[in-house]
């Protein structure tokens, strides 16, 4: 009787740790593999029952072996030496087995020593690439959010919710690592019992020494760790997904960020510009003020002004003076054209009150209208008159100007003749 397990039953756990070894950091492959997991566990139960058929088949094998040799008479001697030399055989070979088996312990626990060195060393290099990774991002989101004039409060509050994020993610991705290499190792160990039982089933053919409550308890065992990653993994998978969504979120928020600062950088540009051609046209001016004040300088050298103290004391005397009689002359002209829009406000509401009461005689209506159009006729001559003199008076002033020129040209030339 061949109690061995078809390969059809392990080709879903052979394809499965395939796939844990060829996966990446995917949420499609790790979908994938969820389902392959999904498809090994049904095969797995599958498996055990199959195993619990055997076990009855067996029970009843030896039950009805062990009547059929007491009922057999087995008298000759030759007949029970052959069947002791091969029991002796099975031993010595199931010894030998039992042996091979312990040194294949021993040096999966050396290679598993061996493993675990590197999986320290290669995590120590991964925690220092993620803590640079982490400073760098820290970094980069406090330049952008001095950038855009967010206040200190605010700042130290988003770093420490993004610093949480990251060691969220760190640890998910830790405990993510752990679980597969658990699950891995799990894996290995359950294939490497389902071959012992395959070797220990050829042999259990001729020696009934099986020990199937063993194995049943190691599966169960085996199976509860199972369960429990993968418990363990359903939740790192809900931690991820909100992290994922946390994270596109934050990816919203600097892309907004990023279009900000944009736009600012362009203003900044466009008043560099400006800048720029204030400076030029401040330089400009600057040029020409220079040469204005050196053209000035060489005028009152060529006029000899420097040498005439004076003369020059008294010629800004009266340009004082001058300028002051101007302001006085045009805040008289402010007063009275004030004055004259308060008479014609007058006069109109004269006019108007006139008009009302006089309604009924219509020859009176006449003569008033006469009079008041031969008053704003007088009116306007004398509005004429004021601006004519206005301009008048603007003129005298640029005469007295000249005048004061003239005389201070001649007192010049009298004293070179002195």
């Known amino acids: 009787m061949n109690l061995s397990i078809s390969d059809e039953d392990h080709s879903g756990e052979d394809k499965l740790e395939e796939g844990v070894r060829e996966v990446e950091e995917d949420p499609e492959e790790r979908n994938k593999l969820l389902e392959q997991l999904k498809q090994t566990y049904k095969t797995r139960r599958k498996v055990k029952r199959r195993n619990e058929l055997l076990k009855r088949c067996l029970k009843e094998f030896f039950q009805k072996r062990k009547l059929d040799h007491v009922c057999k008479e087995q008298d000759t001697s030759s007949q029970s030496a052959q069947i002791e030399a091969a029991y002796e055989n099975k031993l010595h070979n199931y010894n030998k087995l039992t042996l091979n088996n312990l040194r294949e312990i021993q040096e999966k626990e050396s290679e598993e020593k061996v493993q675990e060195e590197e999986k320290t060393k290669m995590e120590e290099k991964w925690r220092e690439l993620f803590e640079t990774l982490k400073q760098t991002e820290v970094e980069k989101a406090n330049g952008l959010m001095i950038m855009t004039g967010w206040k200190k409060e605010k700042r130290e509050n988003m770093m420490k919710k993004f610093s949480k994020l990251i060691d969220s993610q760190r640890t998910a991705y ?47 065992r085996i199976q509860t760790k199972i369960d429990d990653k993968l418990s363990e993994l359903r939740k790192i998978k809900a931690n991820n997904v909100s992290s994922e969504t946390k994270i596109s979120e934050l990816q919203k928020k600097i892309s907004t960020v990023q279009r900000h600062t944009e736009a600012l950088s362009a203003n ?151």
């Open 174 to 220: 830790e405990t993510e690592g752990t679980a597969k290499s658990s699950e891995i190792r799990l894996r290995e160990k359950i294939r490497s019992n389902e071959l012992k039982l395959k070797r220990i089933e050829n042999i259990a053919d001729d020696i009934h020494i099986l020990d199937y409550e063993r194995v049943q308890a190691d599966n169960v």
């Open 268 to 418: 900044l540009t466009t008043s560099h510009e400006t800048i720029e051609e204030i400076s030029s046209t401040l330089k400009k001016t600057i040029s020409i003020r220079n040469k204005n004040l050196h053209t000035s300088q060489q005028l009152t050298d060529k006029a000899g002004l420097n040498l005439f103290p004076r003369l020059l004391a008294d010629y800004k005397e009266k340009h004082t003076k001058l300028i002051e009689i101007n302001e006085e002359i045009n805040q008289l002209t402010e007063t009275l054209d004030e004055t004259r829009n308060k008479i014609d406000k007058l006069e109109t509401s004269a006019l108007q009150v006139k008009i009302g009461r006089k309604t009924d005689e219509k020859l009176s209506e006449k003569a008033a209208a006469t009079e008041i159009l031969d008053r704003y006729r007088l009116q306007n001559r004398n509005r004429s008159h004021w601006s004519r003199s206005k301009s008048r008076s603007s003129d005298d002033s640029s005469t007295i100007q000249s005048s004061l020129s003239l005389s201070f040209n001649a007192k010049k030339l009298l004293l070179l003749d002195a």
